[in-house]
């Protein structure tokens, strides 16, 4: 019998769409991406995180990855028995990956937002660009669990 019970309680919850590389699949993307992650009912303030760095990487896979007749997708998952948020977008342009020089700045936003972000390779000509958010502290239980966990004690100075 397996012994995993935070696995085995935690529901499975994950989302995936693919879209056309337009502005308006970029805007679905974020649209559909944020009433997902709203029903979902993650802590406070991972949600808004997810949803402003989802919309960052589908605008930069459907401006910079843009493909003619190849689409991009979009995935959001609670993994690791409901500790971790992981974003996912992935495009056909495995030869242009993500760069934090200017003009623009999105990556610096994701780099703000996200816990940890990085890219994934393949299978070509795919490349996924992934951001991920703890969703419980280290050594803690999940918020509003009743268990150990929650909002961090205050400290005196």
């Not at 303030?45 to 991009?72: K, S, T």
């Not at 992934?130 to 966990?149: H, I, T, Y």
């Amino acid at each position: 019998m397996n012994h995993k019970t935070d696995e085995l309680l935690a529901p499975a919850l994950h989302f995936s769409v693919q879209l056309s590389p337009t502005p308006r699949g970029a805007r679905l993307a974020r649209l559909l991406g944020a009433e997902r992650l709203r029903a979902w009912e993650l802590p406070y303030g991972v949600a808004d995180a997810a949803e402003h760095v989802m919309a960052e990487l589908a605008a930069n896979a459907a401006i910079h990855a843009r493909v003619p007749g190849r689409d991009f997708r979009v995935a959001l998952r609670v993994t690791d028995g409901g500790r971790t948020l992981r974003v996912e977008v992935t495009d056909t342009r495995a030869d242009r990956l993500p760069s934090r020089r200017p003009p623009g700045l999105g990556l610096v936003i994701v780099e703000a937002l996200a816990g940890r972000w990085g890219v994934a390779l393949g299978p070509v000509p795919r490349k996924t660009v992934w951001a991920e958010w703890d969703l419980v502290a280290p050594g803690r239980g999940f918020p509003g669990s009743g268990g150990p966990g929650g909002l961090p004690k205050e400290t005196k100075e």
